[in-house]
């Protein structure tokens, strides 16, 4: 199993930013497993931010709910997750894992800047 994510290294504030998790080697619709976002800056430790179960069922961290939405495309085995009116403050190393948190992205990072 491997998983990459993709994302604009660069955003400009308020804008819409979009990560997508490339899952190779199961289908994201196998099992119950669930299919999260995680983020790390260096003010914070690790944020769990959002999954989407294997049936399609979404959760959203409370602190994000208001402007996160993920969704997943299940011809491309792909994941994304949109963030909405993006600031500095959501300036991290975006990674994208398999929960029971047993396979991991290498992690992307995004600078959120003007």
């Known amino acids: 199993v491997q998983l990459q994510e993709s994302a604009p290294g660069l955003i400009e504030p308020s804008h819409t930013l979009s990560l997508t998790c490339t899952i190779s080697?199961?289908?994201?619709?196998?099992?119950?497993?669930?299919w999260s976002w995680i983020r790390q800056s260096p003010a914070k430790s690790l944020e769990w931010m959002a999954a989407?179960?294997?049936?399609?069922?979404?959760y959203y961290s409370p602190s994000l709910k208001s402007r996160a939405s993920i969704s997943r495309d299940t011809s491309k085995n792909q994941f994304t997750l949109q963030l909405h009116s993006v600031t500095p403050e959501d300036t991290a190393l975006y990674y994208c894992?398999?929960?029971?948190?047993?396979?991991w992205g290498q992690g992307t990072q995004v600078t959120v800047s003007s």
């Open positions: 894992a398999r929960v029971p948190w047993d396979y």
């Open positions: 080697g199961v289908p994201i619709t196998s099992n119950v497993y669930y």
């Open positions: 989407i179960a294997s049936s399609g069922t979404t």
